[in-house]
């Protein structure tokens, strides 16, 4: 070592240019196309890695301290939670349903984006995308483990935690989250980036945090807003290193625009389907409200969204081509998803129910164009066969679409009364489709969405060949305790009968 | 390029006919009628004539739609891949030239107690 140690304690300058820019160096045993062999087939011409501005000058020894503050902080939040009975400070137990679906398939997507981010880190040859990508990676696991962490206490008390790994591999709702990460982990390091790096993390991802983190606030949740806080600096710095990447890539060459462009269309439409359970769980599963769906798409997808796309009109960047059906969508879809949810609920590790007449008065005022039209005679109709004794339950299964593999509970964008019917020949065999946004991800890439593991049509396949008791065992669903109505479950009679101890004297 | 990749890349579907056992996939769904919140997937040996395919699984699925009593199965519309079609009820679903993950839909001009606005 021939570096020269002037002083004992690095300023800040010196301290980030020998901590990030100064760990790379040239290779001279291998050539860098050798070295990093996935940097030329995407098609994004990168001409100078130094031209790369770190958003934030974060060095790994800084960082780690940070972390590990808020660690420290996090677990005496959440032990305090579990001494002071916080499992029974809940508005209801209704609300858990939210917390068990973003458990299943929210929290491994943290861990898919772990892996995801560890990787590109690899992938990329220049010094300064290399530590942010490593950082965020190490982010990423962090999240995971908070989110476990945080909602294990539940799991000490109420039914539909306790399988969550094994039903984020196996049961139906959740490959609609592992399909989007599987599908960005699978494509090349810039796809990556734009689909995870910006079009969640910046685009979309105050959709799902902002709602689920003030949800669990209004209805008691502690734990989930602890780890809602501990994650919240981190996300910052997400959002920054999201944007900075898209600018970085559009400064590079001109002939990345329609390449990255193509990839905001893709990624904003893939996001729009997987965070339209968070529609649900806003609109019905929350018994204190936060605000309903359509006004948390005002804000933080039209006025939010729109400023960002015009901020980056002078790249040449527009919205995104799924822009005006996910609009005409928003008042119908969370409807859609909770009509589905309660009529398979025998097939999900959570409970549904169907709304009271109070809860349907709320939801006319916040839908006045759509709820009375469209879903209240729906749900009156399903109340009527609840109280004759004969509730609704839909054995049919669903057709999944092939690209984003949610159920097709969706209408055609300018009729709400018609379910959307698209559908392809790739090689003779054919594929159904959700909407025109699904099908043309689809067109771009067949190869890739062929291999899709949809667990409908899985069901009919070897190892359950269509015998549903089979199925649960397979995915780890308790019958009659995990899945149903909420109306006389295990968890509505337990929290009842618990919080009516500490309520009184009986 | 059908898949973005390093090299050629031919991948294999997941859904092949060949791993249901003898048996198909088939999609029906009834034109607004929106009780049923998708499409039902049903999984058939193609040599099931297209009449007991209505009368059993079909049949019993539309049952708690109010308007299920009512349909006159003479008089439905059908759609093959969003197509106009006519089944043939006592041939088979082969013979119906309905195929692996084909999509079926029928309309009941005149009956739509939960649509009606």
Redesign the interface.
């Known amino acids: 070592m021939d570096m020269k140690v002037a002083k004992k304690k690095l300023g800040l300058k010196d301290k980030y240019k020998l901590m990030t820019r100064d760990l790379g160096w040239e290779p001279s045993y291998h050539s860098k196309d050798e070295l990093y062999?996935?940097m030329n087939?995407?098609g994004i011409k990168i001409h100078d890695w130094d031209k790369w501005e770190d958003p934030f000058r974060l060095t790994m020894d800084a960082y780690w301290k940070y972390q590990a503050e808020k660690e420290r902080k996090f677990y005496a939040i959440i032990d305090a939670h579990a001494q002071n009975n916080g499992h029974l400070n809940l508005t209801d137990a209704r609300y858990l349903s939210a917390l068990k679906i973003f458990l299943q398939a929210i929290s491994p997507g943290e861990y898919a984006a772990h892996r995801g981010f560890a990787r590109v880190g690899r992938e990329f040859p220049g010094v300064g995308p290399q530590v942010a990508c490593q950082m965020q990676a190490i982010d990423e696991i962090r999240h995971a483990q908070t989110q476990i962490h945080a909602m294990s206490n539940y799991n000490r008390y109420y039914n539909g935690f306790h399988a969550f790994a094994d039903q984020r591999d196996r049961i139906w709702y959740t490959s609609v989250a592992r399909s989007f990460f599987d599908d960005s982990m699978s494509?090349?390091p810039f796809?990556f980036m734009i689909a995870i790096g910006f079009s969640f993390e910046y685009v979309l991802t105050n959709l799902l945090f902002v709602p689920f983190m003030s949800g669990a606030a209004y209805n008691g949740d502690m734990a989930t807003v602890t780890f809602g806080f501990s994650a919240q600096s981190d996300e910052a710095r997400h959002m920054t290193l999201g944007l900075e990447v898209i600018k970085f890539i559009l400064e590079q060459d001109p002939d990345n625009l329609p390449i990255v462009q193509n990839w905001i269309d893709k990624w904003f439409w893939r996001g729009f389907r997987v965070l339209g359970l968070v529609s649900t769980m806003m609109d019905y599963m929350l018994p204190k409200r936060v605000m309903s769906w359509r006004e948390a798409w005002d804000i933080y997808g039209v006025e939010n969204g729109g400023a960002l796309f015009k901020d980056l009109a002078r790249y040449g960047i527009k919205p995104p081509r799924g822009w005006d059906d996910a609009e005409k969508a928003i008042d119908h879809m969370s409807h859609?998803f909770m009509?589905?949810l309660y009529?398979?609920s025998f097939g999900t590790a959570f409970h549904s129910w169907i709304p009271s007449d109070a809860d349907m008065d709320w939801l006319a005022g916040k839908y006045p164009h759509t709820f009375d039209?469209?879903y209240r005679?729906?749900w009156k109709?399903?109340k009527k066969?609840a109280d004759a004794g004969?509730p609704?339950k839909?054995?049919?299964?669903?057709?999944?679409c092939q690209t984003c593999q949610l159920?097709?509970?969706f209408?055609e964008p300018d009729d709400p009364?018609?379910?959307c019917?698209r559908?392809t020949v790739y090689?003779g065999?054919?594929?159904?489709f959700c909407s025109d946004g699904c099908q043309h991800i689809f067109e771009n890439?067949?190869?890739?969405y062929?291999?899709?593991?949809?667990p409908?049509?899985?069901l009919?396949?070897?190892p359950i060949?269509?015998d549903l008791g089979e199925w649960m065992k397979w995915v780890s669903l308790l019958d009659g305790k995990d899945n149903g109505d909420y109306a006389g479950s295990e968890d509505q009679k337990n929290f009842e009968a618990w919080r009516g101890l500490a309520t009184t004297n009986q | 390029m059908t898949v973005a990749a390093i090299k050629e890349y031919i991948a294999v579907p997941r859904d092949r006919v060949e791993n249901f056992h003898g048996k198909q996939l088939v999609y029906v769904s009834w034109d607004h009628h929106l009780l049923f919140a998708s499409p039902f997937l049903l999984c058939l040996p193609p040599e099931t004539p297209f009449r007991e395919l209505v009368s059993g699984p079909l049949g019993m699925l539309l049952q708690p739609d109010p308007d299920a009593a009512a349909i006159d199965w003479q008089r439905v519309e059908w759609l093959k891949s969003n197509q106009p079609w006519t089944p043939d009820f006592d041939a088979s679903l082969a013979a119906n030239g309905i195929g692996h993950k084909d999509q079926l839909r029928f309309r009941t001009p005149g009956l739509n107690s939960l649509m009606a606005a």
């Not at chain 1, 839909?394 to 999944?400: I, T, V």
């Not at chain 1, 065999?429 to 159904?432: F, L, N, T, V």
């Not at chain 1, 890439?445 to 890739?448: D, F, G, I, R, V």
């Open positions: 062999p996935y087939y995407e494509a090349g796809e859609q009509l589905g009529q398979w039209k469209y005679p729906r109709h399903i066969l004969t609704f839909n054995y049919g299964l669903a057709r999944l159920p097709s509970v209408t009364t018609l379910t019917h559908e090689k065999e054919k594929y159904q890439e067949p190869e890739k062929i291999q899709a593991w949809l409908m049509p899985q009919f396949q070897d060949n269509g």
